[in-house]
């Protein structure tokens, strides 16, 4: 199955020109990328495992979900439809905006910080990316990525999504605008 991703502007502006999944993006263009983190009551984030057959980072443990927009996706559909693939869990982000918006050298990546209470044994595993779930702790995450059984993402980055999943502003306290 081929996979056609739209191209944007810098300024994250659709063009209508397209590329295939694999091809190599136009310098100067740039595609949508969604990430779910999903976060329980107890404060702990679900991270999946992927399969050991995937092109990158095979069995390496990742962060909830998520993947590349495919063309006509919106970001929040993007997002919808990778928790449902991946994890066979129905989310609505139809009034969400992302939490994060990271940026990296070929496109956006599209950051939900989601709260809510998911019953793992409920789940649908995709078998073709995920082969397990469970609930971590920032500290958990931080050992997986001292073991090097995490992708090894910055533990500023894991920092940030953690603190984000409580607590929505950048600011200690409130700002008068």
Not at 94 to 108: A, K, Q, S, V
Request: aromatic share 12%; net charge negative.
């Amino acid at each position: 199955n081929m996979e056609i991703w739209d191209l944007y502007t810098k300024d994250r502006v659709l063009t209508g020109k397209t590329i295939t999944r694999g091809e190599e993006i136009p310098k100067g263009f740039y595609h949508l990328a969604v990430t779910t983190c999903i976060f329980n009551s107890k404060g702990e984030m679900l991270i999946q495992h992927r399969v050991p057959f995937k092109d990158d980072w095979a069995n390496f443990w990742d962060l909830s979900c998520g993947g590349s927009a495919i063309s006509g996706d919106t970001s929040q559909t993007a997002a919808e439809r990778e928790a449902f693939e991946e994890l066979g869990l129905k989310i609505n982000l139809e009034n969400e905006r992302p939490t994060l918006i990271n940026l990296f050298d070929e496109g956006f990546d599209d950051v939900y910080v989601l709260n809510m209470d998911v019953d793992l044994s409920t789940l649908k595993l995709q078998p073709e990316e995920v082969q397990n779930v469970k609930w971590a702790t920032m500290q958990e995450i931080f050992t997986m990525l001292d073991e090097k059984t995490f992708i090894p993402y910055h533990k500023a980055w894991i920092e940030l999504l953690f603190h984000r999943s409580k607590i929505r502003s950048n600011y200690t306290k409130e700002i008068k605008r």
